[in-house]
């Protein structure tokens, strides 16, 4: 539960101008009001609009089930803020509940006995970004909102599970086929996105017809769809899915990660880091080398190609060493770029802002 502006004006609000409150006299309130109700009132209260503001506070703050986020702005459209009396009330002291309240450099270990960390790509990327962003989203557990981009990606890589699935076992797949099981692997949106979903549902159709349309020869040299791993790596257990795995024209095995955007705004993803992990993560699991690594753009249909040799593979040891030793020392400095941008927090991150203003960041 995240109770934003806990500032005066804002908590408690100031009366409207013209609204006249009052307060039942104490000897009245039996002959207006049920008398247990009147007996559970209590003593004299100052203000009632007051009391009635402190009263939604308190319900706003009841409400959390996990964790309440009270947040504090210094500044609202540039004026000044208080901070809310009602912040006193409760015995916080400003100072307690100043941002950056995280520990981010210090050298505290987790406690012994904590469970290993669990790491998927997507964490680790979040981590490589920003370690504060990491934070919030797989060690404190705050949720984003699912966009409809997301929902989109994840119809596209279900339909493509199908055909990968049906032409390793031998099944012809063409573009009739391909479209039919896009149609049964669509995720609705809901109705409030009737629009949204239309456009996507043709986009993702066109993606999915040039992709068969280019690649049904590859067909024959599937070898795995959605390759699921974990892998052992000491202090974290690494787990993910491989979105394709075949056999590589030169030799070897490729491996295949699709990705529903084209090139604009992909190196917010990582892309190379994460086919090179999972070439490190599934090596293992493969009855060949793997001699190729590929990113496949949907959008626009374009392939990225990397090398894997020793010096990736040492280069990817590297940055999950760097990740994991990161976490256990708890160590979740913020890192604002040009990423902040797309990040869920950004409104809510007091250094999302210095990176929109470099010479704030410098200051
Ligand atoms: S807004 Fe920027 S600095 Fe803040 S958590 Fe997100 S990525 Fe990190």
Same mark, same amino acid.
């Given at each position: ?29 039996? !002959? ?10 209590? /003593? ?62 210090? /050298?505290?270990?987790?406690? /012994?006995?904590? /469970? ?30 699912? *966009? ?37 692997? *669509? ?56 979105? !394709? ?62 090398? *894997? ?55």
């Amino acid at each position: 539960m995240i109770v934003p502006s806990v500032v005066e004006g804002r908590r408690p609000k100031p009366a409207r101008r013209g609204v006249v409150t009052y307060r039942i006299p104490d000897e009245l309130a039996p !002959l207006v009001m049920p008398p247990e109700i009147a007996a559970r009132r209590q /003593p004299a209260e100052d203000d009632p609009h007051l009391a009635d503001q402190r009263r939604l506070f308190y319900v706003a703050m009841t409400r959390a089930r996990d964790l309440v986020i009270l947040s504090v702005p210094e500044r609202i459209r540039k004026q000044r803020c208080k901070p809310s009396r009602f912040l006193s009330e409760m015995g916080l002291e400003l100072k307690e509940l100043r941002i950056p309240s995280y520990r981010i450099d210090g /050298p505290e270990r987790r406690a /012994p006995g904590t /469970p290993r960390v669990h790491l998927t790509f997507s964490a680790i990327n979040a981590y490589l970004t920003c370690p504060l962003r990491y934070r919030l989203l797989y060690e404190d557990g705050l949720s984003v909102p699912t *966009w409809y981009f997301v929902q989109f990606g994840a119809s596209l890589h279900r339909t493509l599970e199908a055909i990968h699935r049906r032409a390793f076992a031998g099944e012809p797949v063409d573009e009739a086929t391909a479209l039919a099981l896009f149609e049964e692997c *669509w995720v609705p949106f809901g109705p409030r996105s009737a629009d949204a979903e239309q456009r996507l549902k043709e986009t993702g159709r066109a993606y999915i017809a040039r992709y068969v349309r280019e690649y049904a020869t590859s067909f024959p040299r599937v070898r795995r769809a959605e390759l699921t791993f974990s892998y052992d790596a000491g202090d974290a257990l690494l787990s993910g899915r491989v979105d !394709l795995v075949r056999q590589a024209e030169g030799g070897g095995l490729e491996i295949v990660d699709f990705k529903t955007r084209a090139h604009g705004g992909l190196e917010l993803t990582n892309a190379r880091l994460q086919v090179e992990l999972y070439a490190f993560t599934c090596e293992n699991l493969l009855d060949d080398k793997v001699s190729r690594l590929t990113v496949h753009l949907l959008a626009d249909g374009d392939t990225l190609d990397f090398p *894997w040799n020793s010096q990736a593979r040492q280069h990817v040891r590297h940055r999950l060493d760097e990740v994991i030793a990161g976490i256990a020392n708890r160590q979740f400095a913020p890192n604002p770029g040009p990423h902040c941008q797309a990040c869920d927090f950004r409104r809510l991150c007091p250094y999302a802002s210095r990176a929109a203003h470099p010479e704030q960041a410098e200051a």
